[in-house]
Nanobody, 121 residues
Framework: QVQLVESGGGLVQTGGSLRLSCEVS????????MAWYRQAPGEQHELVAA???????NYADSVKGRFTISRDNDKNTVYLQMNSLKSEDTAVYYC???????????????WGQGTQVTVSS
């Protein structure tokens, strides 16, 4: 069974750093765009950062200059390095990826289980 396995969330003080990881588990043919989303209580689901298979990146304005997304294609893993964390970064962070399980199959959208990031002052 194919799934996205996240790790790295936790509790950190304002100004601190965390690194999230998300690995594709299971047999797949290829990985398309990988991304991180977040959802705070009472807020909408928000795209934080995305990286294509070719390495093109985009960030939400609220995290530019503080967060860095990267991927290791050999490990089918995407990372989110979060620096200078603020209380408003507190949310559940979800990994997202477009995965093709078979050479001639469709690219399907997969989600991780979510990992809590809490930034306290």
């Amino acid at each position: 069974q194919v799934q996205l396995v996240e790790s790295g969330g936790g509790l950190v003080q304002t100004g601190g750093s965390l690194r999230l990881s998300c690995e594709v588990s299971g047999s797949i043919f290829s990985v398309d765009t990988m991304a991180w989303y977040r959802q705070a209580p009472g807020e909408q689901h928000e795209l934080v950062a995305a990286i294509t298979s070719g390495g093109s990146i985009n960030y939400a304005d609220s995290v530019k200059g503080r967060f860095t997304i990267s991927r290791d294609n050999d490990k089918n893993t995407v990372y989110l390095q979060m620096n200078s964390l603020k209380s408003e970064d507190t949310a559940v962070y979800y990994c997202n990826a477009g995965l093709r399980r078979f050479r001639y199959g469709p690219t399907l959208n997969y989600w991780g289980q979510g990992t809590q990031v809490t930034v306290s002052s």
